[in-house]
């Protein structure tokens, strides 16, 4: 009898992914369809079961609208789970001028992975738990996630430009995105993406 599929989920840091990307100028792939360019990773042997993306909405107009176009479209895949935090602002002073300034910085990220990533693999979701970060921070949840469950495999993708020695050592397999260009080519959404309503998603003018 033909053994059963072996389950995978997906867990982007949303951040790091964006970031990488933008370090190698691939503003292209902003507009890029997720499920569809990770499931060309997935071997015959397995089942893409979801992808997680974690982010926050930028507190920037301009930035949130770009990135609700590209939350709205990836949504429309019923494997593309959107986790979200939030963005906290806080007052530094400038080592330079001495003045007070306003730093935002992301939340939730972090705990938001650990928490989903732990809690599949208690409720017996998957047998494979892909990261696509190169956030080091990450490594202390993975490490507790081999002891819950020592046969359950941790993969990490890394996004362009990224790369963590320490999440390297630990993972079971890992590959560098950016040697991937032509599946990212291939997986652009195309320039207007059309709603159940018929209300059609335009690609920001910038992501070119």
């Known amino acids: 009898m033909e053994d059963e599929k072996k389950r995978v989920i997906i867990y982007i840091d949303g951040f790091n992914f964006y970031f990488g990307l933008k370090s190698k100028n691939w ?9 569809a360019f990770f499931s060309e990773f997935i071997k015959d042997y397995q089942e893409l079961v979801e992808v997680n993306y974690f982010s926050a909405p930028s507190i920037e107009t301009d930035k949130n ?3 609700s176009l590209f939350f709205s479209a990836n ?11 939030y963005y906290s602002s806080k007052k530094m002073k400038c080592f330079q001028c001495g003045n007070s300034i306003q730093k935002h910085e992301e939340k939730q990220t972090d705990v938001n992975i650990a928490t989903q990533i732990i809690g599949n693999v208690i409720k017996g979701k998957s047998d494979i738990s892909i ?8 490594l202390p949840p993975l490490k507790l996630l081999r ?47 059309e709603m159940p309503n018929g209300f059609k998603l335009k690609r920001p003018d910038t992501w070119v």
């Open 27 to 35: 503003k292209k792939y902003y507009w890029l369809d997720i499920v």
């Open 131 to 138: 990261l696509v970060s190169a956030d080091s921070d990450l």
């Open 65 to 67: 609208k770009r990135q």
């Open 147 to 193: 002891e819950i469950a020592p046969t359950h495999k941790v993969f990490v993708y890394f996004p362009p430009k990224r790369y963590s020695s320490e999440l390297r050592n630990f993972c079971d397999a890992f590959l560098n995105l950016e040697n991937y260009e032509t599946r990212f080519k291939s997986n652009v959404f195309p320039m207007e993406v």
């Open 75 to 85: 949504k429309l895949n019923p494997k593309f789970i959107l986790q979200l935090g």
